[in-house]
């Protein structure tokens, strides 16, 4: 199951907020398990990731070298992510995170 989440949002980066643009989409692996001839299907591991586009340069650098950044979405949740790299044009990141998902269901 997928959900999507295209809004504003902040990141907190070694102390400092910075306003940014979370365009972010969740997934959850589905596992299959068979077992005396009876098979269940359950939910596994969930993750997120995405890009978020900031229109500072320098909050662009801050970010990408925090420790622990997190991402504060609109609707109050806030989790640590780690960036996985900068978007093409320069005035973004792609994202990741794990565990729980800040939005959706």
Known sequence: M?????????VL????????HARLTSHTTRITARAFNDTTT????????GTIDITDDTAVWAISQADEPKLRLANGEERT???????????GLSIRGNGSVPFGD
Do not use: R
Request: negative net charge; proline residues 3%; glycine residues 8%.
């Open 2 to 10: 997928a959900h999507c989440n295209d809004d504003h949002a902040s």
């Open 42 to 49: 359950e939910d596994g591991l969930t993750d997120w990731y």
């Open 13 to 20: 980066a070694d102390g400092t907020a910075y306003d940014v």
């Open 81 to 91: 992510f780690f960036v996985a790299d900068s978007t093409p044009d320069g005035t």
